[in-house]
């Protein structure tokens, strides 16, 4: 429970010198944690001491604490707006607060609370709130709702009835966006120090239970159970979940699943709480039964024994209950990790439908840096693929972009590729292609199969593979990189020489005969005799066929006709021309004359401006990438794309 930090309020606002408040204001703009300051001429000070803010030593003024401060500090703040009469536009004195506020994230003692404090002696300072919040836009109510909990600790009194007011007026403006839970958060540290108004605030908000009232709802139920009355709360929750009303039920739920740490400890209590929450899983109220399972995966953290219900609810009809399961995973990956459920958990999860795999896949890239659970992690994957077959548009890498990050340089990868695309399963292919892709436009242009696998190949397989090797990689780095990999397995030149051999020779090599005579040099370099036989044999092949080539005559279609080169040039130029003319002509115009442009698509980077300061510049820097076309694809791309429409859909065993 938080303790009421002392107000210094009007009994010592006299008191205190004005440039003792300005010195105070002065520190806390410039180092908010300091408690002194060198003061010129202490002469100027009519008091040397005030023994609960300040005191005068030699040349520095020295504050008790930083409460002593920050009071100080709101004392300068409010004498600037004198007596506080009609006049005083309260806009004005929250954008004060605000300023102090600017300097205090983080702190645990508000000027700017302080300061409102000493307003509220003039005038209700919720109205006021109230009367700004009408009348400004929402990222104005988020400062003013954060000032107003700041205040709360140090106003002399706070009517519940202003509280539920306040609460109705920013909800439209701020429904949906966490930045309000803050505000909530404060309310319910300033209650637990108030349990009579805790409780006078949920019996106020229960007889008017609306969507504007279900945080103040949770919010007053918690700050009841952090004043050390928990049983009480929890109570009056367990007893709401069962009423009629959906908002009513649904916030008591919510309660419910936030104390679960009070409620869990009491085996009589956990039995009834436990119940209700089951049976609200059933409820025919989505939002029920969903604020029902959200609590149920809260209370699992420390009561394993609901793991159970998670996952009888996680099936492929109830994309829910699988989301909180994959929340609920993701939060908790430290107890998760080695829960005796994992690979069910793990099964459950490869029922998601694209576009919910956010927290599935984190938690899978958690398993694959770890290291100890590949096979799960590979067969999460695999499944997953097979269980949401997707068109070739559309891009299933970014599904689990974390994890196949993650792969990089982890044996797993080159596992992961190796049966895929060695697999009977067409959606698989599609899905090497997708990584593949994936790590070469992230630099992983490398890929090599998996040794223990292509071992245990026979010839059939080596046809296959290499078919589905031509027709799903789309890039020269690795496609050469994953053809020489094949040398690497056991009893190479008896069963892979020659298919590495026909891959270069009448597929790779052509298409990509610069890279692969550099890839064959290379090889070269540190070849065993057995290896520099077969490349020396391969090079000779294509030199030749390279050398055949030149001696074909250009086909003149490959040459753009002239004509057309020329009106491309013309168009440019004209184009060009009437640009310029547009710019010079809107110099002269009034809009131009009253308003500053800046040209952002030439600038070399970027800044923000915030409270009157300019950020650092954050350089921009180019970013391109250069792609081979296959050469086939250039001259004949028709045939060229039927041929690689017959590899991806070869079978095993074709001819």
Request: aromatic content about 8%; glycine content about 4%; hydrophobic content about 40%.
């Amino acid at each position: 429970m938080n303790t009421i930090m002392p107000r210094f309020f009007s009994a010592l606002l006299e008191e205190i010198p004005a440039e003792v408040a300005r010195l105070a204001f002065d520190l806390h703009c410039q180092h908010p944690r300091n408690l002194s300051i060198e003061i010129l001429n202490p002469m100027t000070i009519s008091s040397s001491q005030v023994d609960e803010l300040f005191r005068i030593e030699n040349n520095e003024l020295i504050f008790i604490s930083v409460e002593a401060r920050n009071h100080c500090t709101a004392v300068h703040s409010y004498r600037m707006f004198g007596d506080f009469d009609s006049t005083v536009d309260y806009r004005k004195v929250f954008d004060e607060a605000q300023q102090l506020g600017d300097y205090e994230i983080g702190e645990t003692d508000y000027a700017s609370g302080r300061f409102l404090g000493l307003v509220s002696q003039k005038r209700n300072i919720l109205h006021a709130a109230i009367e700004i919040i009408n009348n400004s836009n929402a990222s104005s109510v988020f400062n003013v709702l954060r000032n107003i909990g700041n205040t709360l600790p140090f106003l002399a009194a706070v009517s519940m009835k202003d509280l539920v007011d306040l609460a109705a007026v920013q909800h439209s403006k701020t429904a949906g966006d966490m930045g309000a839970g803050m505000f909530f958060s404060q309310v319910s540290d300033y209650l637990s120090s108030h349990p009579l108004q805790a409780k006078a605030l949920y019996e106020l908000v229960r007889e008017n239970m609306v969507d504007a009232n279900t945080d103040l709802y949770v919010t007053a139920l918690i700050g009841l159970a952090m004043a050390e009355r928990a049983r009480e709360a929890i109570d009056l929750a367990l007893n709401d979940a069962d009423s009629d009303y959906i908002d009513l039920s649904a916030s008591a739920l919510w309660v419910l699943g936030r104390m679960s740490h009070h409620w869990g400890k009491e085996p009589d209590l956990k039995n009834s709480v436990q119940e209700t929450l089951k049976a609200m899983v059933h409820h025919p109220n989505s939002t029920i039964s969903f604020q029902a399972l959200n609590a149920l995966s809260i209370a699992a953290v420390s009561q394993p024994e609901l793991m159970a219900e998670l996952l009888a609810h996680a099936k492929p009809d109830n994309q829910i209950a699988l989301q909180k399961l994959g929340d609920f995973v993701f939060r908790n990956f430290a107890i998760i990790k080695d829960h005796p459920s994992l690979t069910d958990i793990l099964l459950a999860l490869t029922d998601l439908e694209i576009g919910h795999t956010h927290d599935f896949d984190y938690v899978l890239s958690q398993l694959i840096k770890n290291g100890i659970h590949d096979q799960q992690v590979y067969g999460c994957l695999t499944t997953w693929m097979l269980k949401h077959p997707i068109n070739e548009d559309e891009d299933l890498i970014f599904c689990f972009n974390h994890s196949f990050r993650e792969l990089v340089d982890k044996p797993l990868l080159s596992e992961l590729i190796t049966r895929w695309l060695i697999s009977d399963e067409k959606i698989l292919g599609f899905a090497f292609s997708n990584l593949i892709s994936h790590l070469w436009s992230h630099g992983v242009r490398q890929p090599v199969f998996s040794k223990e696998i292509i071992d245990t190949a026979e010839g059939e397989d080596f046809k296959y593979l290499a078919r589905r090797l031509l027709g799903w990689t789309f890039f020269e780095e690795p496609l050469l990189s994953l053809t020489f990999s094949l040398l690497e397995t056991k009893d190479a030149q008896q069963r892979t020489f020659s298919w590495v051999h026909t891959l270069l020779v009448t597929d790779v090599g052509r298409n990509y005969p610069l890279a692969t005579q550099e890839a064959i040099r290379e090889k070269l370099s540190s070849a065993t005799p057995e290896v520099e036989k077969l490349l020396q044999a391969t090079q000779a092949e294509l030199i030749a066929y390279a050398d055949t080539i030149k001696q074909l005559p250009i086909r003149n279609e490959l040459y753009p006709p002239i004509p057309m080169r020329i009106r491309h040039a013309m168009a440019l130029k004209r184009a060009k021309e009437q640009r310029e003319a547009g710019e010079k002509a809107n110099e002269q115009s009034i809009f131009q004359q009253i308003c500053t442009r800046i040209p952002l698509k030439a600038g070399s980077g970027s800044f923000s401006i915030y409270a009157g300061r300019i950020s650092e510049i954050n350089r921009l820097a180019s970013h391109s990438f250069f792609v081979t076309l296959p050469a086939q694809s250039v001259i004949d791309p028709l045939n060229d794309e039927i041929t690689r429409r017959g590899f991806r859909s070869a079978k095993r065993g074709d001819e």
